[in-house]
Structure formats: structure tokens, C-alpha cells
């Protein structure tokens, strides 16, 4: 069964406004992690928030994570068309066995 | 430095047919595992492994077959390819603690099996 599951399957949004994905999980967690995935291509790190870890900035993202609540939430602020993308949730428990990847948000940003 | 490397980019098999997926990082990285991509889905973790020598399962192994006998190189093997093996595979690698860490991707290979 999936861990994580990203809210909302798809986003549609104009340049300049914000974009916010969120991250249910099911069980117990060391960390979650957010990727990117461009059309057609490999997935690109852009976040890792620890369990003990509440809020997390790096440049235009802002990663929350409530553990009570067993959910994250990923803002992308005063988003750009080259934020157009899939995105992704990871959550890792275990050395690897439980790094399981949510099925993804697909990110629209129309010009 | 070249990151993840995978080859083939692209592959047809028929059914019944063997190949090898090859995965190849230069990142002197402990971690490395192997995912498949369906339409509509995540990420589904195959195979991994922790280091030279040790491989472990993930949550979908069966039908493939891996091994780990350098840190660089993370080989796939599908036994006897089917229909439903066709997807998108992805290998990764990340310096130990995999779960810890992040994790960085290949650029994939599509796979369809006929």
C-alpha cells in the first residue's frame, strides 16, 4: 500500500500565484522528502524535512510537516511556467525498505 | 561527473525475453535501488541495496533480479519479461542512509514488453 498521497492530482494555476500541494501518510516516518519530475525525465530533489522538524524554507519553497497529522504541505510562491511539473512526496522510515513515493501532484502554470 | 547513468534509454521485448537494465553512478554513493513508474502512480521500489554485496527486496521484486558487485554498477535483470512489466524504471543513489538523505535519480528507461 502507498504511503504518501499528494492532494490535489492536479493544480492549475497563473504565473505569479502560489501553488500548495499536500502529503497524507499512514505510518511512522524519519523524514519526507519532496521531488520534482519534469516531463519524460528523472526525479530532482527539492526538499527533505526531518520528523522533528516543523517548517523548512529553501528559496521559493516552504515545506511544512505536522506529524500529529501524519501530513505535509509543499508551497510554491509566486510560481513561474518552469514550475509545470509533477511533484512528488517520499517518506522514509526504514534503510530504504519504506521510502515510498506518493502518486504525485501534476502542476499546471499557464503563462 | 555524470551523477545516475542508465542504459538503454529505450527498449521493446517480447514476451519471454530476458535483458539487463544497467544503472552506474559515480558519486561513490553506499545507496542505491531501482524503481518502476506507472501511469497515475508513484515510484514503486524494486530492488535495493546498501552496499557491494547486499541487495534487498522492495515492495514489488518479483520478476526481477538484482545484484551489487561494485559500489558504481546496480544491474537489473528481468527473468522473463511480461506485459505488465512495461514502465518506466528509474535508478537512484545516495550516500548511506538512503532514507536519510536525498536520493538522485536517473534519467530512466522506458521499457515496453509486447
Known amino acids: 500500500s502507498q504511503q504518501g498521497e499528494e492532494d490535489p492530482q492536479a493544480l492549475s494555476i497563473q504565473e505569479g500565484e502560489n501553488a500548495t500541494m499536500n502529503c497524507s501518510y499512514k505510518t511512522s516516518i524519519n523524514n519526507l522528502q519532496w521531488y520534482r519530475q519534469n516531463s519524460g525525465r528523472g526525479l530532482v530533489h527539492l526538499i527533505l524535512?526531518?520528523?522533528?522538524?516543523r517548517e523548512k524554507h529553501s528559496g521559493r519553497l516552504r515545506v511544512t510537516l505536522d506529524t500529529s497529522k501524519k501530513s505535509s504541505s509543499l508551497l510554491i510562491t509566486a510560481s513561474r511556467a518552469a514550475d509545470t511539473a509533477s511533484y512528488f512526496c517520499?517518506?522514509?522510515?526504514?534503510?530504504?525498505?519504506?521510502?515510498?513515493f506518493g502518486p504525485g501532484t501534476r502542476l499546471s502554470v499557464l503563462p | 561527473n555524470a551523477g545516475v547513468t542508465q542504459t538503454p534509454k529505450f527498449q521493446v521485448l517480447k514476451t519471454g525475453q530476458s535483458m539487463t537494465l544497467q544503472c552506474a553512478q559515480d558519486?561513490?554513493?553506499?545507496?542505491m535501488s531501482w524503481y518502476r513508474q506507472d501511469p497515475g502512480m508513484g515510484l514503486r521500489l524494486i530492488h535495493y541495496?546498501?552496499?557491494?554485496?547486499?541487495?534487498d527486496q522492495g515492495e514489488v521484486p518479483n520478476g526481477y533480479n538484482v545484484s551489487r558487485s561494485t559500489t558504481e554498477d546496480f544491474p537489473l535483470r528481468l527473468l522473463s519479461a511480461a506485459p505488465s512489466q512495461t514502465s518506466v524504471y528509474f535508478c537512484?543513489?545516495?550516500?548511506?542512509?538512503?532514507?536519510?538523505?536525498?536520493?538522485?535519480f536517473g534519467p530512466g528507461t522506458r521499457l515496453t514488453v509486447l
Open positions: 541495496s546498501v552496499g557491494a554485496g547486499i541487495t
Open positions: 524535512i526531518r520528523s522533528n522538524e
Open positions: 537512484a543513489s545516495s550516500s548511506l542512509a538512503g532514507a536519510y538523505n536525498e536520493q538522485f
Open positions: 558519486m561513490n554513493h553506499e545507496y
Open positions: 517520499a517518506t522514509g522510515s526504514n534503510y530504504g525498505q519504506n521510502f515510498v
